[in-house]
């Protein structure tokens, strides 16, 4: 059965940082493509960042240079260190694993932003 488990989300100020965890089943960790995607009340769910089974990376504009995304093959999780978060950074996080065009997603976890 594929599992995503996140945790890390909170509140924070604005400026602050928070990491995000997302620990996979292994039976599609290893060589699926990773991913955090957020939702704000209103918006569209949205990619913030990406990591492919190689390392390689991939982020929204919004999130360069502030947001790192990594993982950690020997615990099978992935993390999203976002810093300087900012009010626009609340949302909804998703972590998400795409493999053999099946998308499976967690159940999200709350970062809120306070100005």
């Known amino acids: 059965q594929v599992q995503l488990a996140e945790s890390g989300g909170g509140l924070v100020q604005a400026g602050g940082s928070l990491r995000l965890s997302c620990t996979a089943s292994?039976?599609?960790?290893?060589?699926?493509?990773m991913a955090w995607y957020r939702q704000s009340p209103g918006k569209q769910r949205e990619l913030v960042a990406s990591?492919?089974?190689?390392?390689?990376?991939n982020y929204a504009d919004s999130a360069k240079g502030r947001f790192t995304i990594s993982r950690d093959n020997a615990k099978n999780t992935v993390y999203l260190q976002m810093d300087t978060l900012k009010p626009e950074d609340t949302a909804v996080y998703y972590c998400?694993?795409?493999?053999?065009?099946?998308?499976?997603w967690g159940q999200g976890t709350q970062v809120t932003v306070s100005s």
């Open positions: 998400n694993a795409y493999l053999n065009f099946n998308s499976y």
């Open positions: 990591v492919a089974s190689t390392g390689s990376t």
């Open positions: 292994v039976i599609i960790y290893t060589t699926a493509l």
